[in-house]
């Protein structure tokens, strides 16, 4: 395929990222505002912020916490640091901890996997710590890890303390880090994310349920995690799906658990209604191809580092127009991943997005006389170009 005929058909199915602020909604209702101190409501697939309100802003997050101390523990699951079936030796100080509980027994062993579900479904205070002993030796080094994860996920903020969200000034996130880290549990290990859909856990003779409402209320909700303190007030962050579409929301600061999960409720309810998120090419998708100077080949293929994704208000995706421009004089040597052109998609010829074309493969230098007559006619093509 070659440039033009990709520029056409790129104006049809433009698959970018785009802001829904980007764009002049006519007939939009506006989003709902919420009985709750933050909240965000975000497209899973690409990431964009449809609805929020004091996103950023740092507050307790209870325990929400809990979705980085079961995020670590997959994260060292699928690295082969722990395993599931690996026995726990609970402590004292675990079984000690305070708050919810998953009634673990001090001297007894539990495994990682059962406690992964005390985390999620119960909210075990008790299950949290002796998973993160396990995991870093102590609280103190399980907190440094959790922090080390959130610089790599680019949750600005948020700082942690300890893996349960007991009460601690320097203990905090936001509703949109939230977002971010639920989207990353979502996507990055499906197989662990189906606990959080279950609805009860069955342990130590005591069967205690979800406490996330929406389980019940709605068969499109499969997650994440409930969260309460006194300073906090009552917090959750859900997911749901509907025809192919999913929406994380997150709500910080509401004033019972009925209240979260009904201003939850409308959130999700907002975003399935007036919003679609449609993904057109797969990452690494040959797109194009473009000339090559100097090369062991004439062409190199060139596609996108990101799935092409995009989220925007319905109807929309009909007013928007693309381009795509390669880099002038591509010569020898590519490195796979180079930067050798850029999409850019126009809303009322304003340029609402761009993205980087990369190289899909490497190309080579050229032997001695393909590169002698490369240099030959980039001369001439320089003195009347």
């Keep these: 395929m070659n440039i033009t005929t990709f520029a056409k058909r790129l104006c049809l199915l433009v698959p970018l990222l785009l802001s829904p602020a980007a764009f002049a909604v006519e007939m939009m209702p506006s989003p709902p505002q919420l009985a709750a101190k933050a909240y965000v409501l975000m497209d899973a697939s690409s990431g964009n912020v449809l609805v929020e309100n004091n996103g950023d802003q740092r507050l307790p997050p209870a325990s929400l916490t809990k979705l980085m101390t079961a995020y670590i523990a997959t994260l060292e699951i699928r690295r082969g640091q722990i395993g599931e079936n690996d026995p726990v030796t609970v402590s004292e100080n675990a079984w000690r901890t305070g708050g919810s509980r998953m009634f673990i027994k001090v001297g007894s062993q539990v495994t990682v996997s059962d406690l992964l579900h005390g985390i999620i479904i119960q909210s075990g205070n008790d299950a949290s710590v002796a998973l993160s002993e396990h995991i870093a030796g102590s609280e103190d080094a399980f907190a440094d890890m959790m922090n080390k994860t959130v610089a790599d996920l680019g949750m600005t903020n948020s700082h942690f303390m300890n893996p349960t969200g007991l009460p601690n000034p320097e203990h905090y996130s936001s509703a949109h880090d939230m977002a971010v880290l639920a989207r990353a549990i979502i996507h990055?290990?499906?197989?662990?994310?189906?606990?959080?859909?279950?609805?009860?856990?069955?342990?130590?003779?005591?069967?205690?349920?979800?406490?996330?409402?929406?389980?019940?209320?709605?068969?499109?909700?499969?997650?994440l995690k409930t969260g309460h303190t006194d300073e906090a007030g009552y917090c959750m962050v859900s997911s749901a799906v509907r025809d192919g579409m999913r929406l994380i929301a997150v709500v910080f600061g509401t004033n019972s658990e009925v209240a979260r999960a009904s201003e939850t409720q409308k959130l999700l309810t907002y975003g399935f209604r007036f919003f679609e998120t449609q993904t057109f090419y797969q990452k690494g998708a040959e797109l194009a191809q473009a000339p090559v100077w100097k090369g062991s080949t004439n062409q190199?293929?060139?596609?996108?580092?990101?799935?092409?994704?995009?989220?925007?208000?319905?109807?929309?995706?009909?007013?928007?127009a693309a381009s795509m421009t390669m880099n002038p004089q591509l010569v020898a040597p590519i490195a796979k991943g180079d930067v050798i052109g850029k999409v850019e998609v126009k809303l009322d010829d304003k340029v609402v997005h761009s993205a980087d074309l990369i190289a899909l493969d490497a190309v080579e230098e050229g032997g001695i006389f393909r590169r002698m007559w490369d240099s030959i006619r980039l001369f001439f093509y320089g003195l009347f170009n």
């Design 300 to 320: 190199v293929k060139a596609g996108l580092a990101e799935d092409l994704t995009m989220t925007l208000p319905k109807g929309q995706l009909k007013k928007l």
């Design 188 to 223: 990055e290990d499906p197989a662990h994310y189906a606990i959080y859909s279950q609805k009860e856990f069955f342990w130590n003779g005591i069967k205690q349920p979800n406490r996330n409402l929406l389980l019940w209320r709605d068969k499109t909700v499969d997650g």
